[in-house]
């Protein structure tokens, strides 16, 4: 350890000598590879000095608290290190600056500054005892001026000048101003390079002995060679490095900063393919030329960004003292001077509180009053909030007198008065409000002829009217408003449609209704026993809606038993042989419904026993037509008679119409029913075939198809 | 001070006042120390209150979000797959699934034949946006739409998929999109809702909804969704039962209030100022909420834009007419979900019946916005929450296929709200598989609705459990090439 300070001292001297030759013919040093990797180093070396400086200001202040000694050993050890990497940082420097990757102007400012920082310190720790503690307090102090100096020229070599402006942001502000007039290089392609590349592309840093800074540079291009070839992008060098892949080492921009846009891009490209000219405006392109598009939408693009204010901001209290449930003030986003208002609940709408507005009637620029009762009185406030941009009147009650006072709203953009009833007086707007861009119109009074003629008339104004549809499209079917299709004793049919004037027909046996054939509803109408209605609405204008079907039942003569035959699937029991009778009707779009009953390997077949003889007329079965899931209608029910269990009689029998395969998607609850002579029985029995064999159009083609059966009822 | 929102974690509840207790007396004393009043607690409210502000100038001030809930396909929507049509029925090359995992309804099928739509497709609107003849008021409205073509997530089953679309995680335990724009942005309109539910039902194969995609999660009870009913009466149980005035409520409210009150100085639970605040919300709707509602001044013209359907209270096309009312009324995010698009068979049967009950009132719901002024400041989004696969699962018979579950690309469409009008983006190789071109992460979606909306997915956090919450979690890039 004790030879530590003497070999420190050797090396600084050796390396003090080195850098006085490296500073006096750094010109015509020659460049090999160990160089380019030592110069690399200098990032490395630079940030030690200036924590090395820290540490023996620290501990010159805390001299006076340590004895005379250890004080020496420490600052002196200390000191020669910082000179160390000083003079190690100072000639890596000399090395990377030799690279020639960097503007010479600036370079040799800082190499000066770093060399003499260097020198002065090997100076320092030489002859500092031999001064008084005046000369060599100012002396540190110098130094300490000088590594300031040295470090603050680096910083501008890496990061340019105007890293340390408050609001970097601003850089980014691109003068749009007569931009058609200006080469379409300086107008928007300049603009992205000061963005995303000359950070590192410039007179102090140019990487790659590449500048992007003027269209000079440009044509020069950079170590790599000429930047790009005037009308063909694919062999320009600049668009290959941009399209290089994210991980490819020569992609441009390196992998951790702000890549260019998709559009970016494509402006280059554009540029190039078209000549990449340096001089021309966008008046020399075409007007169909792609280049003029995309210039123009990137630089009207930029040109929109938020709007600056110049009236300032509206206090706080009186802000929040003008919101309430039916007020909503705001700024526009947050930070920003400018206010938007908008009203809520038509119900509860004061004039008054609009009033209150007048005191932020300056910063007020958003303004949406749509659905609110206003009258004259309200359209006077309006027109006294000058700086208006944005007002919505949608569906209000705005006159001819009302509109006259609109024109004093000299900075409006955008006007919105759908569902108003504006006469085509309100065209005077448009010519006296010069700002105006877009305005929504939607009256009775004002046709699409009114507004084709406007448009005519006001080329700069975009305007939107009110959508109408002029085809007829179809009307939803009727509703049935009845909860239960089991109709309660006294109950009727109640029929609605949501739509005003559309008028309902329908018929009770099943048929599809029409006008001729169809009842027209009324009022709630009554049935006897059971009926499949169907009900149409029909109205002017529209299509004819499609049929609307509803099986409602009377709950007929009640069972005293019900017996299951043949076996249900064991998968859809139901409640047993009571869902015959219960009464429910289920749903159809659930087939786990307990008052389903299924069946598939065997037919339904059931008795049924009441408690004496009934005249049955009708039997009605209500089943489940769901043919996605392989649920059909029973293909032939069959009803049996007697007065004993012994001694049935055939009374009917019916085969059902079979699905044909444009009811493919059918599903519903469908009802069938078998009339019979009425001869009074006591025992009934009843079949219903389950479809044996599923047609080949259906995916379940071959199998045996699948019977749910609901109710049966029995009328006299 | 009455918005919850700034107060929201001031509240003492146990976890905040021990997780402030080590670091904060310590930070007190130092600040204390260095600047007086650096901890009074109008600078906290000032920041409290900025924060309730977009971060920058939005694009767009309210979400409306159509979810076709079972996820449509793509392929019979949206992207346009010729190739399937000239390979049908041969196998799904294996360089194209590439190892992509399955559900458990296709990986043990034998084959996987490839189906091409059985609906032709044509193009429309100036950048000739391809749309299938499924959705032709759509179709008409091609140049307001953007359609993305090349989503993608990492669910492959509905819940997490659904679950991940909605609020950034899969596994259902944090805020849904709805509820993160009501905890950054407030509600616009204090008598309604900031985030408002729509249900309705197609035909076909239906998937469900359930109240945890609406949840505030982690967040102040005050921002969950709220679930309109599709009864006649949209907001179950909101007016007065007859025989008690407005007058008697208000009293009933104060009294109910002071008990809260009373409460809460006890317990100390934030979820009783919550409460509060709802009885309040609860009592303002009972006025605004009726005069929405009420379709039954709707012009001719509007009842014709969305459909006959639109009045009748429990269909798409009535939802699509409420939620342009809601969002005229400055409800933030309106979210409605239609379901029944889950076509694993029978797509060919199901999707024209679905397609038609959202064709109209979607179209309409964007032109109606658009007549009103109202689109450039409304982002309007449709879509599911992944696509389905270009194989057919089941049998392939002529006119009948099914579609399974693909994670892997899907479309959707947005529409206003600063979105570039008129634009395809993103693409998918010519099997319609994988996406070759600008891909669109879940993530990356919500970060870019939260910027139309001038938030800044990184900004927008929330610390719970120790750590800070964003609704894209730790990714999510906004897509700059959407946005006008």
Redesign the interface.
């Known amino acids: 350890m004790k030879k530590l300070p003497s070999i420190l001292s050797a090396c600084n001297f050796a390396c003090c000598l080195l850098l006085i030759l490296l500073g006096v013919f750094h010109e015509s040093l020659n460049i090999s590879d160990v160089t380019m990797l030592a110069g690399r180093f200098h990032v490395l070396f630079l940030h030690l000095p200036i924590g090395g400086m820290f540490a023996l200001i620290c501990i010159r202040l805390l001299k006076k608290t340590m004895q005379q000694e250890p004080y020496e050993h420490i600052f002196n050890l200390v000191l020669s290190n910082v000179l160390l990497v000083s003079l190690l940082s100072a000639i890596t420097g000399i090395f990377i600056a030799a690279s020639g990757d960097y503007g010479e102007e600036a370079v040799a400012l800082h190499r000066k500054a770093g060399m003499t920082f260097s020198v002065l310190l090997y100076a320092y720790s030489v002859i500092r005892h031999y001064l008084g503690v005046i000369a060599e307090t100012l002396l540190f102090t110098m130094l300490i001026f000088v590594l300031v100096f040295t470090g603050h020229q680096g910083g501008v070599i890496t990061h340019g000048t105007e890293f340390f402006a408050v609001n970097p942001d601003q850089t980014d502000e691109t003068d749009t101003t007569d931009w058609n007039k200006k080469p379409v290089f300086e107008s928007a392609i300049m603009p992205v390079m000061q963005k995303k590349c000359t950070s590192c592309h410039n007179e102090q840093k140019s990487n790659g002995g590449l500048m992007l800074t003027d269209a000079a540079s440009w044509q020069k291009g950079g170590k790599s060679g000429a930047l790009l070839i005037a009308g063909d992008v694919n062999n320009s060098l600049i668009i290959n490095r941009l399209l290089l892949p994210m991980d490819d080492e020569h992609h441009m921009p390196p992998a951790e900063k702000p890549q260019l846009?998709?559009?970016e891009i494509n402006l280059l490209r554009i540029w190039i393919e078209s000549g990449a000219s340096y001089t021309k405006t966008v008046q020399n392109y075409s007007e169909n030329d792609s280049l003029l598009a995309i210039v123009s939408a990137m630089i009207l693009k930029t040109s929109r960004k938020?709007k600056q204010y110049t009236f300032g901001n509206a206090p706080k209290e009186v802000v929040s003292r003008l919101n309430n449930?039916?007020v909503?003030v705001?700024?526009?986003?947050?930070?920003?001077p400018a206010l938007s208002a908008?009203f809520?609940?038509?119900?509860?709408y004061q004039t008054a509180s609009l009033d209150g507005l007048k005191t932020i009637g300056e910063q007020l620029v958003h303004l949406n009053l749509?659905?609110m009762p206003l009258g004259s009185k309200d359209f006077e406030i309006i027109a006294s909030f000058r700086n208006l941009e944005r007002l919505?009147l949608?569906n209000t009650a705005i006159s001819d007198q009302d509109i006259k006072l609109l024109e004093k709203l000299q900075n409006l953009i955008?006007l919105?008065m759908?569902?108003c009833r504006v006469s085509p007086a309100v065209e005077i707007l448009f010519s006296s409000i010069k700002p105006l861009q877009?305005v929504?119109i939607?009256s009775d009074k004002i046709n699409e002829g009114i507004i084709a003629s406007w448009q005519k008339r006001h080329k700069d104004i975009n305007f939107?009217?009110?959508?109408?549809?002029h085809e007829a499209?179809?009307?939803?079917p009727p509703?049935f408003k009845n909860e239960e299709g089991i109709l309660k004793t006294g109950d009727s049919i109640r029929l609605m449609h949501?739509?005003r004037g559309a008028s309902i027909w329908y018929t009770t046996d099943g048929s599809t209704p029409d006008t001729i054939k169809g009842i027209q509803y009324r009022k709630p109408f009554a049935i006897r026993q059971s009926a499949e209605i169907k009900a149409i609405a029909i109205k002017e204008g529209?299509v004819t809606?499609q049929p609307a079907s509803f099986n409602a039942y009377e709950a007929g003569v009640e069972p005293k038993a019900v017996r299951l035959i043949s076996r249900p699937a064991p998968q859809y029991p139901g409640l047993g042989p009571a869902t015959f009778t219960n009464r429910k009707l289920a749903t159809i779009s659930n087939t786990r419904d307990a008052n389903w009953i299924g069946y598939r390997d065997e037919p339904c077949v059931l008795e049924v026993e009441f408690e004496e003889p009934v005249a049955v007329q009708r039997v009605v079965l209500n089943f489940a037509c769901h043919i996605?899931q392989y649920i059909f209608p029973p293909t032939r029910i069959r009803v049996y008679g007697g007065n004993s269990l012994h001694a049935m009689q055939l009374l009917g029998s019916k085969s059902l119409k079979p699905i044909v395969p444009a009811e493919?998607?059918k599903?519903l609850s469908d009802t069938g029913q078998m009339v019979l002579l009425g001869k009074a029985y006591r025992y009934f029995r009843i079949e219903a075939d389950n479809l044996s064999k599923i047609p080949a159009w259906h995916?379940g083609k071959g199998e045996k198809g699948w019977l749910f059966i609901d109710e049966i009822f029995f009328y006299r | 001070m009455s918005n919850p929102f700034f107060e929201n974690r001031l509240r003492v509840n146990r976890r905040y006042f021990l997780g402030r207790l080590s670091l904060g007396l310590g930070t007190a004393a130092l600040g204390s120390l260095l600047i007086k009043d650096l901890f009074s607690s109008e600078t906290q409210t000032e920041n409290f209150i900025t924060q309730a502000l977009p971060h920058f100038a939005p694009k767009a001030k309210r979400v409306i979000y159509l979810f076709q809930n079972g996820a449509p396909s793509q392929l019979e929507s949206f992207d346009y797959k010729p190739m399937l049509n000239k390979m049908y029925g041969q196998d799904l090359p294996l360089s194209v699934r590439n190892g992509q995992r399955l559900t458990g309804m296709t990986a043990n099928q034998d084959t996987f034949p490839l189906v091409g739509s059985y609906f032709p497709f044509r193009q429309h609107g100036e950048a000739g946006i391809w749309i299938s003849d499924l959705f032709p008021n759509i179709a008409k409205i091609a140049d307001e739409i953007c359609v993305i073509k090349s989503m993608h997530t990492e669910a492959i089953n509905h819940d997490p998929a659904l679950t991940f679309m909605q609020t950034g995680a899969q596994q259902g335990n944090r805020p849904s999109m709805g509820s993160w724009l009501s905890y950054g942005l407030g509600s616009e309109n204090q008598n309604l809702p900031a985030f408002c539910v729509l249900l309705s039902k197609g035909k076909g194969n239906g998937q469900g909804v359930y109240s945890k995609l609406w949840t505030n999660g982690f967040l102040d009870s005050v921002h969950q969704g709220v679930q309109f009913s599709n009864s006649e009466e949209r907001v179950l149980y909101l007016l007065n039962q007859s025989g008690l005035t407005r007058n008697d409520r208000r009293l009933m409210l104060d009294k109910i209030s002071e008990l809260n009150h009373i409460n809460f100085e006890e317990v100390g639970d934030p979820e009783i100022q919550s409460k509060i605040e709802q009885y309040e919300l609860a009592y303002r709707m009972q006025t605004a909420v009726p005069e929405i509602t009420d379709l039954s001044k709707e012009s001719d013209d509007i009842i014709k834009l969305y459909g006959a359907d639109c009045l009748i209270p429990d269909t798409y096309a009535s939802n699509c007419l409420l939620a342009r009312k809601l969002s005229e009324s400055g409800v933030r995010f309106v979210q409605l979900y239609h379901q029944g698009w889950d076509q694993h068979s029978n797509l060919s049967g199901e999707m024209p019946v679905q397609a038609m009950d959202v064709d109209r009132a979607s179209a309409a719901l964007v032109m109606d916005l658009k007549q009103r002024g109202l689109l450039d400041e409304t982002l309007v989004i449709w879509g599911g929450e992944f696509g389905r696969t270009n194989y057919c699962q089941g049998p392939l018979s002529a006119g009948n296929y099914g579609r399974d579950h693909h994670p892997r690309a899907y479309s959707i469409w947005m529409a206003g709200g600063g979105v570039k009008p008129g634009m395809v983006y993103g693409e998918t190789d010519e099997f319609g598989y994988n996406i070759i071109e600008n891909p669109v992460h879940v993530n990356d979606f919500h970060a870019t609705v939260l910027h139309l909306m001038g938030l800044d997915h990184e900004k927008l956090i929330y610390k719970h459990l120790g750590r800070r919450y964003r609704l894209t979690d730790v990714a999510g890039k906004v897509v700059n090439d959407i946005i006008a």
């Not at chain 1, 705001?330 to 920003?336: D, E, M």
């Not at chain 1, 939107?464 to 549809?469: D, L, T």
């Not at chain 1, 499209?473 to 939803?476: F, G, T």
């Open positions: 846009t998709e559009e938020e449930p039916y909503s705001k700024p526009v986003y947050a930070g920003s908008s809520f609940v038509a119900s509860a749509s659905g919505y949608n955008y919105s759908q569902d877009t929504h939607g939107v009217s009110g959508v109408k549809i499209i179809p009307l939803s509703i949501h739509i529209w809606s996605p493919k998607e599903v995916p």
